[in-house]
C-alpha cells in the first residue's frame, strides 16, 4: 500500500487510497515554530491491527526528520505510538 502525501498551508495529511476510496489517514497541522501536530489518525474498521496506522505515523516521523520538523501527537493513537517507539523520541516537540 503507498502512502500518499498532500499539505496545503498549514494543514496536511498522509493517506492510503484503494479503488474505493481512502483506507487510511492521518492528518496533522503546522503551527509557526515548524511543529506538525498530529491531530487524527484512522484506519477502515475491516483493516484495522494490520499495522496500517502505525506505517502511517512512521512515514510522519520520517517527513519530520527529512524536513527538520518536531512532531506533537495529540491523538491518542499517535501518542501511543510515540511512547511505545524510542526511537521517535528525536522528533518528539517537548
Known amino acids: 500500500m503507498k502512502i500518499k502525501h498532500k499539505e496545503n ?3 496536511g495529511m498522509f493517506y492510503i487510497e484503494s479503488e ?3 483506507i487510511a489517514e492521518l492528518t496533522y497541522y503546522k503551527n ?3 511543529v506538525l501536530t498530529i491531530d487524527h489518525t484512522e484506519v ?3 483493516l484495522e491491527n494490520q499495522g496500517i496506522g502505525s ?3 512512521e512515514k510522519s516521523v ?4 527529512e524536513h527538520n520538523l518536531k512532531i506533537e501527537p495529540l491523538c491518542p493513537f499517535a501518542e501511543v505510538k510515540f511512547d511505545e517507539n524510542e526511537s ?7
Open 55 to 57: 506505517s502511517l505515523i
Open 9 to 11: 498551508n498549514r494543514r
Open 88 to 94: 521517535y523520541q528525536d522528533v518528539r516537540a517537548s
Open 32 to 34: 509557526a515554530n515548524n
Open 44 to 46: 477502515k474498521r475491516e
Open 20 to 22: 474505493k476510496g481512502l
Open 62 to 65: 520520517e517527513f519530520a526528520r
